[in-house]
């Protein structure tokens, strides 16, 4: 059973920084591509940033020269960087493979950017 447990959200003021961790289980996580997803109040869930088997990136345009996401293999554990923070980077954030499957959405962390 696929177990995917974020953790590292909080409050921050503008421009601050939180680093996000997901822990996964139950999968093989050396050749699992991974994303990170956000939702915020009333819009629909979207890819932040995602990280392939070998390491190469991508980035939604929005949190592009901000965010970084990494991976370390021997904890089977992905990260998301966040610098600059915006009010609108608030959102609960999740993690699961890229692309995502369905049935693996965890309780993700909350991010809350404000003043």
């Known amino acids: 059973q696929v177990h995917l447990v974020e953790s590292g959200g909080g409050l921050v003021q503008p421009g601050g920084s939180l680093r996000l961790s997901c822990a996964a289980s139950g999968v093989t996580f050396r050749i699992a591509a991974m994303g990170w997803y956000r939702q915020a109040p009333g819009k629909q869930r979207e890819l932040v940033a995602d990280?392939?088997?070998?390491?190469?990136?991508n980035y939604a345009d929005s949190v592009k020269g901000r965010f970084t996401i990494s991976r370390d293999n021997a904890k089977s554990t992905v990260y998301l960087q966040m610098n600059s923070l915006k009010p609108e980077d608030t959102a609960v954030y999740y993690c699961n493979m890229a692309p995502a499957i369905a049935t693996y959405w965890g309780q993700g962390t909350q991010v809350t950017v404000s003043s």
């Open positions: 990280i392939s088997a070998r390491g190469g990136t």
